[in-house]
T-cell receptor, first 115, second 111 residues
Framework: NAGVTQTPKFQVLKTGQSMTLQCAQD?????MSWYRQDPGMGLRLIHY???????DQGEVPNGYNVSRSTTEDFPLRLLSAAPSQTSVYFC??????????????FGPGTRLTVL | EDKVVQSPLSLVVHEGDTVTLNCSYE??????LLWYKQEKKAPTFLFML????IEKKSGRLSSILDKKELFSILNITATQTGDSAVYLC???????????FGQGTILTVHP
C-alpha cells in the first residue's frame, strides 16, 4: 500500500493563478481531510469528507474548494491564489472500520508559495 | 468552537532529561485525544486516548488523559537527540474525520 500520496511536493504560483493539489489514498478509508500548517499555528482544518459525495468545511475554508467523487481521491482547489495561502498543505485519511477511528494518516505534504 | 492549547510552545533539554508536554482541550462531544510527532515532514501517530486515567506507553514515551480536568500529558523519559521534533496534540469530537490541533510544542534535545 502506498498509503496517502500527495502531488506536487512543491509549487510556486503567482497571485490570481489557480491550481489543484492532488491527494489519493489506497486504504479504502472513508474519511479524508485537508489541513494547512503555518509556523506557530499547528494544523488547521480546511475541508473534510466523510465519504464519496460528502464534504464539509473546516476551520479555514475560504479560498478553497473540494470535491469527493471517489473514495480514493480528494483534490483541493485554489481558485485564485493569494499570498496568504502560502503554506504547507497536508492531506489525511482515517477509517470508521478501525478501532481507532480518529487516527489520521498523513500524506507527505505540499509546500505552496504564492508570490 | 473547539480549542486545543499546548504548552510549553518550545522546550530545550539535554540528552537524558525527562520532559512533560501539556495539552488542554475544549472539544464538543469529546471522543478522543491524539498525540503526533512531526520531524520536518508529515505527522506520525503516537497515541490515541479515550479513557480517563489509563496510561498509554510506548518505549520511553507515555501519555495519560484526564477527562475531568480536560487535559493530557505526554512524557518522554531519558530523552535522545532523535526525540527532537514538534509534538502535536489533537482532539476529536462531534464529527468523525475532523480533528482540532494545538499549536504544537517544539522539543529540542541537545547532546
Amino acid at each position: 500500500n502506498a498509503g496517502v500520496t500527495q502531488t506536487p511536493k512543491f509549487q510556486v504560483l503567482k497571485t490570481g493563478q489557480s491550481m489543484t493539489l492532488q491527494c489519493a489514498q489506497d486504504m479504502n478509508h472513508e474519511y479524508m481531510s485537508w489541513y494547512r500548517q503555518d509556523p506557530g499555528m499547528g494544523l488547521r482544518l480546511i475541508h473534510y469528507s466523510v465519504g464519496a459525495g460528502i464534504t464539509d468545511q473546516g476551520e479555514v475554508p475560504n479560498g478553497y474548494n473540494v470535491s469527493r467523487s471517489t473514495t480514493e481521491d480528494f483534490p483541493l482547489r485554489l481558485l485564485s491564489a493569494a499570498p496568504s495561502q502560502t503554506s504547507v498543505y497536508f492531506c489525511a485519511s482515517s477509517s470508521v472500520r478501525l478501532a481507532s477511528t480518529d487516527t489520521q494518516y498523513f500524506g507527505p505534504g505540499t509546500r505552496l508559495t504564492v508570490l | 468552537e473547539d480549542k486545543v492549547v499546548q504548552s510549553p510552545l518550545s522546550l530545550v533539554v539535554h540528552e537524558g532529561d525527562t520532559v512533560t508536554l501539556n495539552c488542554s482541550y475544549e472539544v464538543t462531544n469529546f471522543r478522543s485525544l491524539l498525540w503526533y510527532k512531526q520531524e520536518k515532514k508529515a505527522p506520525t501517530f503516537l497515541f490515541m486516548l479515550t479513557s480517563s486515567g489509563i496510561e498509554k506507553k510506548s518505549g520511553r514515551l507515555s501519555s495519560i488523559l484526564d477527562k475531568k480536568e480536560l487535559f493530557s500529558i505526554l512524557n518522554i523519559t531519558a530523552t535522545q537527540t532523535g526525540d527532537s521534533a514538534v509534538y502535536l496534540c489533537a482532539g476529536g469530537g462531534t464529527s468523525y474525520g475532523k480533528l482540532t490541533f494545538g499549536q504544537g510544542t517544539i522539543l529540542t534535545v541537545h547532546p
